[in-house]
């Protein structure tokens, strides 16, 4: 322990690399250049009472689709990295050892810190305004759930920069990620930051399970909500039931790292395989709970732009329901190889399989509400549309790969790397940049504009499949999964080439919703209809974006497409507060309670990363203070004055 | 009237009594994991009786919470819950019993 504490204390500050250097000084300058600009704006007060101590969902989904993107650039760059230096056989641009690190960061920062930070982000952004309620059930909660996401990717990301990036790949199998293999601080710096992250995780799911139960408008029965909530409910029953076997296997792997356990040791009764087990107990069900959300927002994209009510709401409801139970039984079919037994593999194939009836089912109906209906090729159809050929053969290639005999010629390989990201990209990431496009106008107030969007749509897609496409070939052909090299004999050159031609592509088209962001907050046209798209449900019936307090009176539900039916009906006032109506509105207070326990975790955090335990345990006693602090507080909530409301909602022009 | 609070989780004004159940449980659960943790490293029992005990004091905890935090039982309207709660027995008997049958090895590749 003493001796590997001098060693991590030498090392502390990662130096050498030129690409690492050049980092150091990237993020300096941009951690000056953002000092000086709230500085010189005098923005820091705004800044703390705006943002980082709000508790209002709709600004906590703008942090999260803030991080989420940024997350997006970091995996991105790490993608591109790792595919330059697979461009052509030999190359030297990074050495073994940086590769393992980067495509573990890749994988890991894509999966947890930015596709679940750009799901929450629609949850936040959405699911309040679509079910009629003024804010979460736990508001509070929802704000601390935001900063320990937040502080648990900043301290996976300070890694490799401090003490080292995790290389043991984001799966994190033991043995080898166990401190006998694996010896500096980068594993724990995984294990930390996923643990932090973790708690805010599974708050997350309880409480929009708790606000979508608890909280509809009146008249809202769970078969009148709309499908996005529906899916959000199955994503938040899926997360209950698994991030906390995440957090299980990684607290008895760091019990093993820190404090000599042998939970999963070679020895001394420890078993390796009982993480891989509880890992792909969550692991599996982590890709429902990315992909539900996507399917949601292709629901509402679908229905709205075919100007068509959604073809076979129950059957995707009863779907949303299936794929949550059945997509938690599959998980064995990521360690099909390690053999377990031809009645077990057997039993986890077909339950896999059985998971592609549900998703057909929905694929189905989003054709079928497309069918004859009146479509507009808008940014967020575009990329639904997007969606149904990449993931049909992420479905498709997912079968071949469900079978266990011939999975022990795909596992992995660049078959089974293909096939994951054509689902997770095809899947999620279009869902997402969908679901982003859409409600981008209630979120911000303004519309994206079209042009750049629209290279961004054409470099993205096709990128994507230049990328993805040869792998699958790649791997036929037998190239493993994390290779950082390869021989020219092997006669892959030419299709990783190719498929490095592909990624740059997808690089551009980021830099496209880059570009495409900046210039429509140049060139700003507010959007004053709050209904920009011609949408179906209630959060179209808001000005954009909504008053803090959502609504100023509660409206009453009768229809599934409450908002759509209304205006066929002509009745979309009705929907529009009377003066006589509004009363008092009870609202939490803001806190910065929630930043300063991220802050704590963080510390905690940090220390536990280097062994250092009085650290850690500091950080946990300033955790423990701020959660007395919120039991102690009498006064959490305050009113808004009805007057106070009134005026907002003229200014809105709305009375 | 909370408009943000659902009315079911919302703290009643003038019931501020001292939480006694929660501490309670939170001792409990305090105690039970601690004693599996020194039957375990004081090798109190030999192997088989071992993993039985600390089973026991496994379900042991799951009713302490059940009870103690998750008010089972203690709804108006329990349909949400009993449904919730027979998902979540599902989901704990499948996760266990199947991780056993998986790392049981019966194949003889082992």
Known sequence: MGDSLTNTAGHFFVTGDPLIIASDVAIVLVSLGIVFTLTYFKKWKWLWREWLTTVDHKKIAIMYL????????????????????????????????????????????????????????????????????????????????????????????????????????????????????????????????????????????????????????????????????????????????VFPVLSVALALLLIDRLFGAHFFTMMYGGNPMQFVNLFWIWGH??????????????????????????????????????????????????????????????????????????????????????????????????????????????????????????????????????????????????????????????????????????????????????????????????????????????????????????????GIGFLCIAAQIIHSLVHMEKDLTGDPWGGRTLEWSLPSPAPHYNFAVIPQISDRDEWWERKRRGEQDALKPRPEDIRDIHMPKNSGVPFLMGVCFFIAGFGFTFGWIAVGAAGLVGVLLCLAHRSLDQHPDHDIPADEIRRTEAALGRL | MS??????????????????????????????????????????????????GILLLAVLQILVQLVFFMHVGQDSKPRYHLWLFSVAMFFFVVFVVSSMWILTFNTPIS
């Not at chain 1, 709970?289 to 292709?298: M, N, Q, R, S, T």
């Not at chain 1, 009510?309 to 995707?316: D, N, V």
């Not at chain 1, 599959?330 to 037994?341: E, N, P, R």
């Open chain 1, 285 to 506: 069900p982590e890709v429902y709970i990315a992909v539900l959300p996507a399917f949601g927002i292709y629901s509402e994209v679908v229905a709205t732009f075919s100007q068509k009510k959604i073809f076979g709401y129950k059957s995707m409801v009863a779907s949303i329901m299936a794929i949550s139970i059945i997509g938690n039984l599959t998980w064995v079919h990521h360690f099909f190889t390690m053999g377990a037994g031809p009645a077990v593999n057997t039993f986890f194939s077909i339950s896999t399989m059985a998971v592609a009836i549900p998703t057909g089912v929905k694929v189905f109906n989003w054709l079928m509400t497309m069918y004859r209906g009146r479509i507009t090729l808008s940014l967020p159809m575009l990329w639904a549309l997007a969606f149904i050929p990449a993931f049909a053969v992420a479905g498709a290639t997912g079968v071949w790969l469900a079978e266990a005999p011939t999975d022990y010629q795909y596992h992995n390989t660049y078959f089974m790397v293909a096939h994951f990201h054509q689902a997770l990209i095809g899947g999620v990431v279009f869902g997402m940049l969908a679901g982003m496009y859409y409600w981008w106008p209630k979120m911000f107030g303004f519309k994206l504009k079209e042009k750049f969007g629209k290279w961004a749509f054409w470099f993205f897609n096709i990128g994507f499949y230049v990328c993805f496409t040869p792998q699958y070939i790649l791997g036929l052909m037998g190239m493993q999964r994390r290779m950082y090299t390869y021989t020219a004999d092997m006669h892959w050159t030419a299709l990783n080439f190719v498929s490095t031609i592909g990624a740059y592509l997808m």
């Open chain 1, 66 to 241: 803030i991080s989420a993107i940024l997350m997006l650039f970091r995996g991105g760059v790490d993608a591109l990295l790792m595919r330059t230096q697979l461009a052509l056989p030999n190359l030297g641009l990074l050495s073994a050892e940086h590769y393992d690190q980067i495509f573990t960061t890749h994988g890991t920062i894509m999966i947890l810190f930015m596709a679940m930070p750009f799901i929450f982000a629609m949850f936040n952004a959405v699911v309040p305004l679509q079910i009629g309620a003024r804010d979460v059930a736990f508001p509070y909660l929802n704000a601390i759930s935001f900063w320990l996401f937040f502080f648990g990717a900043l301290l996976f990301n300070i890694s490799f920069v401090i003490g080292g990036s995790p290389d043991g790949g984001w799966t994190s199998y033991p043995p080898l990620t166990e401190l006998q293999f694996d010896p500096g601080v980068g594993e724990n710096y995984y294990l930390l930051g996923l643990s932090i992250s973790g708690i805010g995780t599974i708050a997350t799911g309880i409480n929009f399970l708790a606000t979508i139960i608890k909280m509809r408008a009146p008249g809202m029965t769970l078969m009148k909500m709309p499908l996005f909530t529906w899916a959000v409910l199955g994503t938040c029953i899926i997360i209950l039931f």
């Open chain 2, 3 to 52: 408009m943000v609070r659902p009315p079911a989780l919302e703290r009643a004004p003038g019931q501020a009594r001292f939480p006694w159940s929660h501490v309670a449980g939170y001792a409990l659960s305090i105690v039970l994991t601690l004693a599996a943790f020194w039957a375990v490293l004081g090798h109190a029992l030999p192997t088989k009786p071992l993993l039985a």
